[in-house]
Nanobody, 120 residues
């Protein structure tokens, strides 16, 4: 059974930091690119950061570049998102995503999401 379980969300003041974790099970974690998406109230889900299967390649949305860092530990089957200098605009539900691109299509899995609220 495939599972992606996010943790680490919560309430933080503007300017603060949080680190999200996403633990994976039920698939070969090291074969999958991992991403963090987020969805704010009334907005579409958007990609925040992506990391390649081996961890060498990373991509960030312009809105988080320089403030967020994505990392992974394939031995622990976990992907992290370290978020610094948080603003109210970062308030959203954050989702973990796993994707493996194959010739005949993609395998893709989602976590259930964790709420991040930035407020004073």
């Amino acid at each position: 059974q495939v599972q992606l379980v996010e943790s680490g969300g919560g309430l933080v003041q503007p300017g603060g930091s949080l680190t999200l974790s996403c633990g994976a099970s039920g698939f070969t974690f090291s074969n999958y690119a991992m991403s963090w998406y987020r969805q704010a109230p009334g907005k579409e889900r958007e990609l925040g950061a992506r990391i390649s299967s081996a961890g060498a390649g990373k991509n960030y949305a312009d809105s988080v570049k320089g403030r967020f860092t994505i990392s992974r530990d394939n031995t622990k089957k976990t992907v992290y998102l370290t978020m610094n200098s948080l603003t109210t605009e970062d308030t959203a539900v954050y989702y973990c995503n796993a994707r493996q691109s194959l010739g005949g299509g993609d395998n893709e899995y989602w976590g259930q999401g964790t709420q991040v609220t930035v407020s004073s």
